[in-house]
């Protein structure tokens, strides 16, 4: 988005318009040491992002998404009376006379009539629906048939044993309001309620562009010098976990144009570009370089371990948001929960907060003071009560494998001794 301003050169020169050069908003301020809080960096991030645009869809289409409208039941439920009990379908005022005694016998008519006649009934069963007009099921035990009359034994008030056409649910009862997520049940009420679409925000379409030349394939041969592309696989699949609708394109090259040609032949696609590297510090720079080329970056260190370094940007004439994990593992996971996570749930519309709780520490926890530390741990319950414990290995993956959490040690903590509680981010349903 380019910004204008205007330059006077005198008062006899007619002002010309200058046009600047487009730039990203002015970032949130730094500490001393040019660092930025991960608080400050998140909130600048979303900024920068806006929800995608709700449009209608099917129910099934729509499963696990963010509605952008407040839905009311568009049918009663059930949408007629029926029965409760075999018996009689019949008007509770045609069951006495005038002075108050049982009346005659009733006429039984056809089951398919559409409008109960006056002193008239109606064979039913246990759920079937009643015709108009009858606002009562008189029980088999309250009468007995004679020459195709019901006589009455007993009597009944108008609602008995019946389900009242609306009972469970009235035409116009709020089901749904703006900002719910709609899960599975939630789809078998709107469609018990009659409704067939709904708007919603659709699901962010994330490009994982991994590059780097020595990352080969799983499963292809791995030489001297290689390594396997496990990032992008990882953060794809995490991705898709949030929500996510995913695609994975893969350059294996440090070559700067054709990371450039990869990354914008999937900017028509791309709600949101994520780049993902191996381990050496010159395929980040490379990827670094072509999003300078690209688009508007901000590169900057942040308060956090792991993942101090992240980069930014929006690319293309359509300002793509896109956003560079580190190479190592662990750095690139971290990167992703604390900042690509909140990115796809911006763009759903979704809340953007960590899902946060307490644990009770089971060891020792240590950090450096400044900084947020993000470790990794295994949570578990013992009744009401959350426990959690680090997760340590000496390989990266086999440590992240194994955690189903991460450990928040805030910049002002630098210890947690056992026993003493602490905040974790689940990363996994308990």
């Known amino acids: 988005m380019a910004w204008f301003g205007r330059k006077k050169q005198d008062d006899d020169v007619v002002e010309e318009e200058i046009i600047e050069e487009p730039r990203l908003p002015e970032p949130p301020a730094a500490d001393a040491q040019g660092l930025r809080s991960v608080a400050d960096h998140t909130a600048y991030l979303l900024e920068l992002v806006e929800p995608l645009k709700p449009f209608g869809m099917s129910l099934l289409e729509a499963w696990d998404q963010v509605m952008c409208e407040d839905i009311d039941s568009m049918i009663n439920v059930p949408p007629a009376s029926t029965a409760k009990v075999a018996g009689y379908a019949v008007r509770a005022s045609d069951l006495l006379d005038d002075e108050g005694h049982l009346a005659p016998p009733l006429a039984i008519v056809d089951a398919d009539v559409d409008h109960l006649p006056a002193d008239a009934a109606v064979v039913v069963g246990a759920g079937d629906v009643l015709p108009r007009g009858a606002n009562a099921v008189l029980p088999s035990s309250f009468a007995a048939v004679e020459e195709n009359h019901v006589r009455l034994i007993e009597k009944v008030s108008a609602g008995e044993y019946l389900r009242a056409a609306g009972e469970h ?36 379409r994330v490009v994982v562009v991994s590059s780097g030349e020595h990352l080969v394939e799983p499963g292809a041969e791995i030489r001297h010098g290689d390594v396997a592309d496990t990032n992008s696989f990882m953060i794809a699949a995490a991705a898709r976990a949030i929500g996510a609708t995913v695609f994975r394109v893969a350059v294996h090259s440090n070559d700067p144009d054709a990371i450039r040609e990869a990354i914008t032949d999937q900017l028509i696609r791309a709600d949101l570009v994520i780049s993902t590297t191996g381990g050496r510090r010159e395929d980040y720079e490379t990827v670094a370089s072509v999003m300078r080329d690209l688009g508007l970056v901000d590169s900057v260190d942040v308060l956090m371990t792991p993942g101090r370094t992240q980069t930014f940007g929006l690319i293309g004439d359509e300002r793509v948001p896109m956003l560079m994990l580190p190479g190592n593992p ?43 530390h993000l470790l990794r741990g295994r949570v578990w319950s013992e009744g009401s009560v959350r426990h959690v414990e680090q997760v340590s290995a000496p390989h990266a993956l086999t440590e992240l494998a194994r955690s189903n959490a991460l450990i928040v040690l805030d910049d002002g903590i630098e210890t947690v001794r056992p026993g003493e509680a602490v905040k974790v981010w689940l990363i996994e349903e308990e």
Do not use: C, N
């Open 330 to 372: 662990v750095s690139a996971y971290v990167s992703f929960h604390a900042f690509a996570r909140p990115l796809i749930r911006r763009l759903m519309g979704a809340r953007t907060e960590h899902r946060a709780v307490r644990a009770i520490a089971s060891g020792t926890l240590r950090s450096l003071r400044g900084q947020m």
């Open 169 to 204: 649910l009235r035409q116009g009862t709020r089901l749904l309001s703006e900002g719910d997520v709609l899960g599975e049940r939630a789809i078998g009420l709107l469609a018990s309620a009659g409704v067939d679409k709904v708007l919603v925000r659709p699901r962010p």
